[in-house]
């Protein structure tokens, strides 16, 4: 027995050492930290649909409830409040399965030894486990919240409730919205828009960077301007909040900056599939709309973080799909044509759409002749913004669309219970009441009343369609799924996202072939339309072919192969861009040596006597000065770095330095001259949203 226990003991000491042995060897590059830093961002952009819900769900409890006050506390509604909190979706297994994976990570985290790589190893299991503890500890008050606004806050049907309201009330409540979001927002500019495109121009310049503050306000502002009946849609702040989060944790990972576009995308992604319960369509979104690619790297983090936050939305929200089942179908195939047509009025209806939103904001920002224009931008934003909302409300007393997102409308329209004049009228008024709330300061986005202006012109169509033609078509309610498609794929210039977010809120494979012929024509006539009527200037891609790399780039000493480690990291670090060039043994431009390099090695003193320039230097190609700017960035695409070398004309000048950076002032330089006299570019992702 003795024998026995001597012999587990060492075992058991053998098997504890060769743990500690391989956690020391553990390393978490990049490619294999992004799917899951993808999950965490869509576990938290579900989170934030959730917070963002139900603060929609207060501001309207505040606006309904107000007389009906005394009436909170009664015994029946407490009992119902209690029925409403038992029948909760609480997933008890997301924590079964959540603490104890973080907690091994926490401890693993602890037991890994520090020093050189195993530094960046024990950061990266510290904050993913740190942010997966935060997000279930958010996760369950917040399913109670939305229990408890179930009962006293967000429980009414706005279809029924809205034609109850006191006139006084449509007036005010917009009117006080407004005014609200206006102080909210007016002494920090830098957080106007509409949430989506500002996340797409970040992709885009290659910046990554959406500050996580803005990301919380925007949603505030929102909830304020739809829970007090502004028309605007609830997608964008969800976005913006998602890829604000994604793009803090994508940098404090020390993410590249290509790996922090899809970081971002995956926050986007998650924010539309929480948005709408719709898992694929906003994996495809992220793809199609937000990094414009499908190569195979990024498959991974979207889908993950797209199913993370539709699990949370589900739990926080509701299970139910914006969409009730319907089942249409083609009733032949000359009906094809009908759709075509309808994919043309929808993009001429987006395009409208369009010019409206921009048109609304010159308005109300003092840009347009006539006196009362200017008179409107001299006033301070909570003015304009109460102006905006004082006309949405009168709006409301023509069409109950107008108030707030207008969602229950959209499935009275597909299930072909509205009147042909309701349709129309519903149409042209949201999209005015919509310009109107958006442009004249209020905060919200664009996607879900493009929606439901499409869904109520598909239907007017439908109606007039199948009144003609009644044994050659279907029903009203299958021209408002495919018009609702129709228009946000015009609007965003995604036909694929239109597609697959219609074709999966409905369930019905019959619908697909309709959404494909209106989806594609609808983004194809509103993506000519805009191009055609956008300012002649000229765009950041003719600016970069004409203009050289010389224009750009600085001056900077090169350091040679056999530069010793200290005396590296001061230049480095005095250094503007930290990257300096690199000379081979034999003189000869070699590659670059960034500040970044030196944080596995920094703290090890004993190899400052062992390392030179050389062994941390990355080789690349150098630019010629000659050399225009779309060709430097290609390049640094390729390499996936932020600045190149450049070579000496002749062996002659100095080794020169072009940085992603510089490209980018110089860019946003020309953007501010541009603006400034009025004659800007409007790009497919800006008209869009």
Request: some cysteine; charged content about 15%; hydrophobic content about 50%.
């Amino acid at each position: 027995m003795a024998a026995l226990t001597l012999w587990a003991r060492q075992n058991l000491s053998r098997l504890i050492y060769f743990l500690l042995g391989a956690s020391n060897r553990i390393r978490l590059p990049t490619p294999s930290v992004l799917p899951i830093a993808g999950a965490v961002v869509g576990l938290y952009s579900g989170l934030a649909a959730g917070i963002f819900s139900n603060l929609i769900g207060v501001m309207s409890g505040i606006t309904f409830s107000a007389a009906e006050l005394t009436a909170t506390l009664k015994p029946q509604r407490l009992r119902t409040l209690m029925e409403s909190l038992s029948s909760a979706r609480w997933h008890l297994e997301y924590a079964l399965v959540g603490v104890p994976l973080a907690l091994g990570a926490l401890l693993l985290a602890r037991v890994i030894e520090p020093g050189g790589p195993r530094d960046e190893v024990k950061r990266r299991l510290r904050l993913l486990a740190l942010l997966t503890l935060g997000a279930l500890s958010l996760y369950y008050p917040l399913v109670g919240l939305a229990a408890v606004n179930a009962v006293f806050g967000h429980a009414h049907n706005l279809a029924a409730a809205i034609p109850h309201l006191p006139w006084w009330l449509m007036l005010l409540a917009p009117t006080v919205g407004g005014l609200a979001v206006g102080r909210l927002l007016r002494d920090r500019p830098e957080t106007h828009g509409h949430g989506l495109p500002e996340v797409v121009r970040a992709v885009k310049s290659g910046a990554n960077v959406v500050p996580a503050d803005r990301g919380l306000l925007k949603l505030i502002a929102s909830a304020i301007t739809i829970g007090s009946g502004g028309s605007a849609g609830r997608e964008g702040p969800i976005v913006y909040g998602g890829a604000a989060f994604a793009s803090s944790v994508g940098r404090v990972l020390g993410f590249s900056r290509k790996e922090l576009s899809i970081l971002l995308a995956c926050g986007a992604g998650a924010g539309i599939s929480a948005s709408f319960n719709a898992p694929i369509a906003g994996a495809v979104f992220a793809m199609e709309i937000i990094l414009r690619e499908f190569e195979l790297r990024v498959f991974s983090p979207i889908i993950l973080a797209s199913v993370a936050g539709t699990l949370v939305s589900r739990g926080v929200l509701d299970e139910a799909p914006l969409l009730n089942r319907v089942n249409y179908e083609l009733v032949s195939g000359s009906e094809v044509f009908a759709y075509a047509a309808l994919g043309i009025g929808c993009g001429l209806l987006s395009f409208a759409f369009v010019k409206m939103l921009h048109g609304v904001e010159h308005f109300f920002q003092g840009r347009m002749g006539g006196k009362l224009s200017p008179w409107l931008g001299k006033k301070p934003l909570p003015v304009r913004a109460a102006l905006g909302g004082l006309c949405t409300g009168v709006l409301v007393f023509l069409s109950p669309t107008v108030w707030g997102s207008g969602n229950d409308f959209i499935n009275m329209a597909a299930a072909g219970q509205l009147p042909f004049f309701f349709l129309v009228t519903a149409c042209v008024l949201k999209l005015v009441a919509t310009a109107l709330t958006i442009g004249s300061g209020g905060s919200g986005g664009t996607f879900f009343p493009s929606a439901l202006i499409g869904a109520m012109a598909g239907g007017a169509f439908g109606t007039l369609v199948h009144y003609f033609f009644p044994h050659a078509t279907g029903p009203s309610g299958a021209y408002a799924i495919v018009g609702m498609g129709g228009a946000v794929a015009a609007l965003t210039r995604g036909p694929l996202t239109g597609m697959m977010m219609l074709y999966e809120l409905s369930g019905s494979h019959e619908i697909i072939l309709p959404l494909m012929v209106t989806c594609t024509i609808a983004s194809a006539v509103c993506h000519f339309l805009t191009e055609r009527t956008a300012p002649k200037v000229q765009s950041d891609e003719d600016l970069l072919v004409a203009t050289h790399v010389r224009a750009l780039m600085t001056e900077v000493p090169a350091v040679t192969a056999g530069t010793p480690l200290r005396a590296l990291t001061d230049q480095l670090l005095t250094s503007e861009a930290g990257t300096l060039p690199v000379l081979d043994t034999e003189g000869n431009l070699y590659g670059t040596v960034q500040v970044e390099q030196l944080r596995e090695v920094w703290r090890d003193e004993s190899m400052y006597p062992l390392l030179v320039a050389s062994d941390l230097a990355r080789k690349l190609p150098a630019l010629a000065p000659d050399s225009d700017l779309a060709h430097a960035l290609q390049v640094m695409d390729q390499e996936d770095v932020d600045a190149l070398p450049v070579a000496p004309v002749l062996g002659l000048a100095p080794c020169g330095l072009l940085t992603r950076a510089a490209v980018r002032r110089f860019l946003f330089a020309q953007h501010a001259r541009e603006h400034s006299t009025g004659n800007y570019p409007v790009t497919p992702s800006e008209a869009a949203h």
